[in-house]
């Protein structure tokens, strides 16, 4: 589903260098097209919005982005049950995936893991 690396565990992808947490794999399938289907409708009213420099209207479409996102588990509380930490938005190589983030960097032969990110 995603070009970009995952952790072993599916937890997170890597954008850049950065963790970004995955969707709840235990959505069923046809609820997760259907938040992902509203997901992208609200980020294309938050473009719009912007585009108009209609300030309350984007208000409203960040906060349905957000009502999104947390729905599929990629914000709010973690969906695994193991007490590990949420890991979101840090950075891999300062986080218990940092080994596994320099084998893939390795693998890459110093190359971004990313092809198309040359920050990944």
Same mark, same amino acid.
């Given at each position: 589903?995603?070009?970009?690396?995952?952790?072993?565990?599916?937890?997170?992808?890597?954008?850049?260098?950065?963790?970004?947490?995955?969707?709840?794999?235990?959505?069923?399938?046809?609820?997760?097209?259907?938040?992902? @289907?509203?997901?992208?409708?609200? $980020?294309?009213? &938050?473009?719009?919005?912007?585009? /108009?420099? *209609? %300030?309350?209207?984007?208000?409203?479409?960040?906060?349905?982005?957000?009502?999104? @996102?947390?729905?599929?588990?990629? $914000?709010?509380? &973690?969906?695994?049950?193991?007490? /590990?930490? *949420? %890991?979101?938005?840090?950075?891999?190589?300062?986080?218990?995936?940092?080994?596994?983030?320099?084998?893939?960097?390795? $693998?890459?032969?110093?190359?971004?893991?990313?092809?198309?990110?040359?920050?990944?």
């Amino acid at each position: 589903m995603t070009q970009h690396p995952v952790t072993p565990d599916g937890r997170y992808f890597v954008v850049r260098g950065r963790l970004w947490r995955m969707a709840n794999p235990r959505l069923p399938e046809d609820q997760r097209l259907t938040l992902v @289907k509203g997901l992208m409708s609200a $980020r294309r009213a &938050v473009r719009s919005a912007k585009l /108009a420099g *209609d %300030l309350d209207t984007e208000g409203q479409a960040h906060r349905q982005v957000d009502h999104f @996102k947390r729905a599929l588990g990629e $914000r709010g509380p &973690v969906w695994w049950t193991d007490g /590990a930490a *949420d %890991l979101n938005r840090h950075m891999a190589r300062t986080t218990p995936y940092a080994d596994w983030f320099a084998t893939l960097i390795k $693998r890459s032969a110093g190359r971004s893991p990313c092809a198309h990110e040359p920050d990944c």
